[in-house]
Structure formats: structure tokens, C-alpha cells
């Protein structure tokens, strides 16, 4: 069974700092995804990943994609009080018909 | 282009009652996918309509159940509701059968006391 596991799981830094979450997965996949969202709130897209070696930016924050490794990272980087927020990865097994989300990592960034 | 609905927003129920929840899919998505999130826990597969027939089932027990119409919204209907049951309850659209990048609606809680 495919297992998404996030490291850390809270995350509480400084603004300006720089941080990278971690999301291993445990099977294939070639497609994986990282989501925000806020408390009492749905899920909002921030990246998707579709080969092994991407990488995409937006604003502050950086995702790859290791698909022989299994692993993907989002990166932070001079972190601001509004990236605080609960992030997930979403491990999208290829031949199934569901997402498989990991933990999460909830991000509180202090002023 | 519109997107991912769902209703009702919020929803209060009594263990033992039954509930339907609604999702119209984005504007030429013909698959929905519905999740479960319990509070501080990441989203849980229930089930994906693919075309009105049921396209692939996670580890929920039958009073989970769910249709899709000819428009491509969905239903969620949960029978027999437990305490365990409070959720956000996602629903997702996107296209074709087989898994893609999926849109998903603000969601409804849903509390059982």
C-alpha cells in the first residue's frame, strides 16, 4: 500500500529564514502535488510536479521532484508570516484512481 | 469558467441520522472524487465517479455511498452516522477516468454529536 510520509511534521521559524519540508512516498509515481491550506479552509493548489527532476517556483516557495528517490521537497525561502499554513503533498500512483496525501506539515512562521 | 461547488457549508447531525452531501464538478470535468478529513489529519480517499459508475473505492465501509449524475455533479450520502464521522468533506473534479490533476471545492463540515 502506498504510504506519503512529511517531514517535519510542525515547523515553527523565524521571518527571513530559509526551511525545506520533506515528502517521501513509498511506490512509483511520476506525479505528485503540494497543496496549502488554511485553518477551516479547502485546499489550495500550489504545485504540480509531472516528471522526475522537476522543479517549479512560485514567489517564495520551490518544489522538486526525485522520482528514483521517491522524494520531493518544498522549499522556503525568506520566510514571510503569510506562507504560515498547513502544507501537503499528494502522491497520485500510477494505475490508481486516488490521491494519497501525506501527513502534512504545519508551518507557523514568526514574526 | 466555474469552479468546484459544494453544499450544504456547514452541517450538524445526530449519530444514527443519515446525510447527503453535494459537488458540482468544474465546468467539462467528468470525474469527481470525494475525501474525508478529519480534524489535524490529511485528506482520506472515499471513493471517484468516473461517467456515473464508481471508479475505484478506498477504505470505507458501504453506509459511505455516492452517484454521479448525466451533469457530472455527484452526491455524497452517509448512512448510520457515527461520532467519527465530523469531517471536512472534499469533493474533487477533474478529467478523464484515470487520476489527474484534481480541483477541489471549499469543502462541507460536517459534525455528528
Known amino acids: 500500500e502506498l504510504k506519503v510520509e512529511q517531514n517535519p511534521l510542525f515547523l515553527s521559524m523565524q521571518e527571513g529564514k530559509n526551511y525545506t519540508i520533506y515528502c517521501n512516498y513509498s511506490?512509483?509515481?511520476?506525479?505528485l502535488y503540494w497543496y496549502r491550506q488554511d485553518p477551516g479552509k479547502s485546499l489550495e493548489s500550489l504545485f504540480v510536479?509531472?516528471?522526475?527532476?522537476a522543479v517549479k517556483q512560485e514567489g517564495r516557495l520551490m518544489a522538486s521532484l526525485d522520482t528514483k528517490a521517491r522524494l520531493s521537497t518544498l522549499h522556503i525561502t525568506a520566510a514571510v508570516h503569510d506562507l504560515s499554513a498547513t502544507y501537503f503533498c499528494a502522491v497520485d500512483a500510477s494505475g490508481t484512481y486516488k490521491y494519497i496525501f501525506g501527513t502534512g506539515t504545519r508551518l507557523k512562521v514568526l514574526a | 469558467e466555474t469552479g468546484v461547488t459544494q453544499s450544504p457549508t456547514h452541517l450538524i447531525k445526530t449519530r444514527g441520522q443519515q446525510v447527503t452531501l453535494r459537488c458540482s464538478s468544474q465546468?467539462?470535468?467528468?470525474?469527481v472524487s470525494w475525501y474525508q478529513q478529519a480534524l489535524g489529519q490529511g485528506p482520506q480517499f472515499i471513493f471517484q465517479y468516473y461517467r456515473e459508475e464508481e471508479n475505484g473505492r478506498g477504505n470505507f465501509p458501504p453506509r459511505f455511498s455516492g452517484l454521479q449524475f448525466p451533469n457530472y455533479s455527484s452526491e455524497l450520502n452517509v448512512n448510520a452516522l457515527e461520532l467519527d464521522d465530523s469531517a471536512l468533506y472534499l469533493c474533487?473534479?477533474?478529467?478523464?477516468?484515470?487520476?489527474?490533476?484534481?480541483?477541489f471545492g471549499p469543502g462541507t463540515r460536517l459534525t455528528v454529536t
Open positions: 465546468s467539462g470535468h467528468n470525474t
Open positions: 474533487a473534479s477533474s478529467l478523464g477516468g484515470a487520476v489527474g490533476e484534481q480541483y
Open positions: 510536479l509531472l516528471s522526475n527532476g
Open positions: 511506490t512509483t509515481s511520476d506525479r
